[in-house]
């Protein structure tokens, strides 16, 4: 059974590089089949799908974040990770990561099956 | 972006009620939509995927019809741990993945 866990800082201060890591386990990151991305909820709101990556590691981004977020999986560790550059405190939320199950070989149809608790992410001086 | 609205933002049911959530896509997604629970402070569970497929382990109470732009999730005969804020999902046309704004289903 697939498990995935957020962790990184809960505060971050305005205009710095906010930085999450989500490890896999009960999965390979590499392996086709599904895709892992990075979602957000801000305080008592809805859900907003930050980026994708592909074991591949081809990334795709949500274009209202895609100039500050970077994407990227290390393999070797079963895990992958997020960058949100310049954050302000719009960027606080409860940062989640979840694995995309892919409904046909290209892997561009997948939901969300697989999701991690969740991490609090506050940003302020 | 293909923008999703779920109506009606609140439904209050007495348990053993059962409630129909809708979901409405800005254009059309084909049966490419998801459905998913969340309680609070929780992470969201995934419920229904391809409009009307449940995921492995739903109870049969959870049903999602539709296709194209519209979309509902019918629950049957609600229970005490069913109360919670839904959500759609597309995943037809992306970036970016889009969700629906949430239809929380509170005890009468």
């Known amino acids: 059974q697939v498990q995935l866990q957020e962790s990184g800082p809960g505060l971050v201060t305005p205009s710095q590089t906010l930085s999450l890591t989500c490890s896999v386990s009960g999965a390979s990151v590499s392996r086709g089949g599904h895709t892992w991305s990075w979602i957000r909820q801000h305080p008592g709101k809805g859900l907003e799908w930050i980026g994708l990556i592909f074991p591949s590691g081809n990334t795709y981004y949500a274009p209202s974040l895609k100039s500050r977020v970077t994407m990227s999986l290390d393999t070797s560790k079963s895990q992958f990770s997020l960058k949100l550059s310049s954050v302000t405190a719009a960027d606080t939320a409860v940062y989640f990561c979840?694995?995309?199950?892919?409904?046909?070989?290209?892997?561009?149809?997948?939901?969300?099956?697989?999701w991690g608790q969740g991490t609090r992410v506050t940003v302020s001086s | 972006e293909i923008v999703m609205t779920q109506s009606p933002a609140t439904l209050s049911v007495s348990p053993g009620e059962s409630v129909t959530l809708s979901c409405r896509a800005s254009r059309s997604v084909s049966n490419n939509l998801a459905w998913y629970q969340q309680k609070p402070g929780q992470a969201p569970r995934l419920l229904i995927y391809a409009a009307s497929t449940r995921a492995t382990g739903i109870s049969a109470r959870f049903s999602g019809t539709g296709s194209g732009t519209e979309f509902t999730l019918t629950i049957s005969s609600l229970q005490s741990e069913d109360f919670a804020v839904y959500y759609c999902?597309?995943?037809?046309?992306?970036?970016?993945?889009?969700f629906g704004g949430g239809t929380k289903v509170e005890i009468k």
């Open positions: 999902q597309q995943y037809n046309d992306w970036p970016p993945l889009t």
């Open positions: 979840a694995r995309g199950y892919c409904s046909n070989a290209s892997c561009w149809y997948s939901w969300f099956d697989s």
